[in-house]
């Protein structure tokens, strides 16, 4: 058995995205017809766990916008060239002893994620892309920010996500990585829901405020708790 998230849009006021835990049946194997069971398997797991039209987003999808939509395929628009979206993340990377390393995003997907850079220039500190600088938190900010406008750009992918209200990346595995392309799809959808998709997107400012409803409430939160403690 194993277990993996499914994102949804959320539908309150103080959170970004949903996320149930859903243990199913692993297929051991790195074939991706093996990964494609799993994920048949994640997903029959999630129906019977009251969660209907799931959208794998990873190159292990048996639905062409799924793998459209993986890190590798879904292009960002720069002025001069499309760039896959993991190119722009791998590029854009200040180290303490290096970064951003421009020419990342002229590789391959695959060759940008093993660049020998990324892993000899000490600790990672921040992003800088376009000229904006990225702190580390929130912690999914700037690859939300990239992968959303990506999709944001293309009004198809947009009309055709309309059909989906969970996703999931079968590659994903919460205790070792933090960024999911599943959970910056189900941020998207929430922006649409919303109504302030297009609003959240003119400014990094404008963009991060959807962050920090969250955090500011955890913050009064906390304080409450303090005092709580106190009084008692």
Known sequence: MAS????????????EVNMKTIEFEWVPGLSKVQKMKSVRNLHLAARLNGIDNILEISSKSDVE?????????????????????????????????????????????????RDDRLKSSGNLIG?????????????????????????????????????????????????????????????????MERGTLDNSLITQSAFLSNYNVLRERNAQLDLFNISQSIDT
Do not use: H
Not at 4 to 13: A, G, H, W
Not at 72 to 80: H, I, M, S, T
């Open 127 to 191: 992003f800088e892309f376009e000229g904006l600088s990225w702190e580390l938190t929130p912690e999914t900010a700037f690859y939300d920010w990239i992968y959303i406008n990506a999709i944001s750009k293309q009004s198809d992918l947009l009309k055709k996500l309309k059909n989906y209200s969970a996703f999931t990346d079968i590659e994903f595995n919460p205790v070792r990585q933090k960024n999911c392309q599943a959970r910056s799809v189900a941020l998207l959808k929430t922006l």
């Open 4 to 15: 993996r998230p499914v994102f949804m849009p959320s539908d309150n006021t103080f959170t």
């Open 65 to 113: 916008l799924g793998i459209a939509l993986s890190a590798f395929n879904l292009l960002y628009f720069l002025e001069d060239t499309a760039v896959p979206v993991e190119c722009i993340f791998q590029c854009a990377k200040v180290f303490e002893q290096g970064g951003p390393f421009e020419d990342i995003k002229y590789l391959s997907p695959k060759e940008a994620k």
